[in-house]
C-alpha cells in the first residue's frame, strides 16, 4: 500500500503561481511513476503531468505543458506540480496518483493510488 497526501491548494488569482506537494508513505516511493491529475467542477478527471521513477522523464498535458512542472525529491518521498501563470480554466481538485511502471503513464488505469485531492481554484 502506499499513501499519498496532497497539499499546497488554495484560492488565487489568475496569472499566479502555486506549488502543490504529494507526501507518499508505505512501500518504496522510488518504485512508482508519478502523476498528477485533476478534475474540474462537473468534468471528468483528466491527465496533468507525470514523471519516471527516477525523475529523468515527463509528460504533460497540452494544456498545461510550458507553464506546469512536475518534479518529485526521491529522499523526502515528495512529488511536486510547480504552476505558473494560473488560468480560470485550470479550477480543478488535483490529485496525485501512484504506478507501479518504468514509463511514465498518463492513463487513469495505470495508477494504482490516489490520493483525496487538494482544491485549486483561480479566480479571473
Known amino acids: 500500500q502506499v499513501q499519498l497526501v496532497e497539499s499546497g491548494g488554495g484560492l488565487v488569482q489568475a496569472g499566479d503561481s502555486l506549488r502543490l506537494s504529494c507526501a507518499a508513505s508505505?512501500?518504496?516511493?522510488?518504485?512508482?511513476?508519478m502523476g498528477w491529475f485533476r478534475q474540474p467542477p462537473g468534468k471528468e478527471r483528466e491527465f496533468v503531468a507525470a514523471?519516471?521513477?527516477?525523475?529523468?522523464?515527463?509528460a504533460y498535458a497540452n494544456s498545461v505543458k510550458g507553464r506546469f512542472t512536475i518534479s518529485r525529491d526521491n529522499a523526502k518521498n515528495t512529488v511536486y506540480l510547480t504552476m505558473n501563470s494560473l488560468k480560470p480554466e485550470d479550477t480543478a481538485v488535483y490529485y496525485c496518483?501512484?504506478?507501479?511502471?518504468?514509463?511514465?503513464?498518463?492513463?487513469?488505469?495505470?495508477?494504482?493510488?490516489w490520493g483525496q485531492g487538494t482544491q485549486i481554484t483561480v479566480s479571473s
Open positions: 496518483a501512484a504506478s507501479n511502471t518504468i514509463w511514465v503513464p498518463s492513463r487513469i488505469s495505470e495508477y494504482d493510488y
Open positions: 508505505g512501500r518504496t516511493f522510488s518504485y512508482y511513476a
Open positions: 514523471i519516471s521513477r527516477g525523475g529523468d522523464n515527463t
